[in-house]
């Protein structure tokens, strides 16, 4: 099903498909469930999504980096639509090395992510952006191993949470929540 879609209610219109799950995965923590959204939905999510960013930022983007797992969905659509590499971000200990880790603390605990080295202007994904821990190691992981970051995008932004900035990028995102 076609999602007819005004630029100006755009937000909106796929918030509507966002369930909020409250207490996931621990108690006071509302997880943003974007299931119902890509089940319905995920053809216009990606358009949406490659439309924040101009066609000629797109030239200068080579590979598009997905962070496990929800941004690996958002990441592959976008490098398949406008023909990028597509780069994992994966947790500690599931990608063959040699590998760069870094460490990096979330709203509720800590974890890790590896990136296997390489090169290229380098696009990074992710589903939600909450205090920008996750984004931020990606991004020093990317640089670590040899890439170069160029932009960041989440299809959720909680802006309430963050005003997440690396080295002058500031992320862009199609729904935002304020509180």
């Known amino acids: 099903m076609k999602l007819a879609i005004n630029k100006k209610s755009l937000s909106q219109t796929l918030r509507v498909y966002v369930r909020d799950v409250p207490d996931f995965p621990n108690p006071g923590i509302i997880f943003r469930d974007i299931a119902p959204l890509l089940r319905e ?3 216009e999510t990606i358009i949406e999504m490659g439309k924040l960013f101009s066609a000629a930022e797109w030239n200068a983007i080579d590979l598009i980096g997905g ?3 929800r941004g690996f969905i958002l990441a592959a659509g976008l490098a398949a639509i406008k023909h990028k590499g ?3 971000i994966r947790k500690k200990g599931k990608l063959p090395g040699p590998v760069a880790i870094r460490r990096y603390g979330l709203e509720y605990g800590e974890d890790a ?3 296997q080295y390489g090169s290229g202007r380098m ?4 589903d939600v952006l909450a205090t920008g821990g996750t984004l931020a190691a990606a991004a020093e992981l990317a640089k670590e191993s040899g890439h170069d970051v160029c ?3 989440c299809l ?3 802006v309430y949470l963050n ?7 500031v992320p862009r995102a199609l729904i935002q929540y304020d509180s």
């Open 163 to 169: 005003h997440f900035s690396w080295h002058g990028l």
């Open 86 to 88: 597509f780069v994992k």
């Open 41 to 43: 939905h995920f053809g």
């Open 151 to 153: 932009g960041f995008a």
């Open 113 to 115: 992510l590896e990136m």
């Open 156 to 158: 959720i932004d909680l």
């Open 67 to 69: 962070i496990e797992s």
């Open 123 to 126: 696009l990074i994904i992710d």
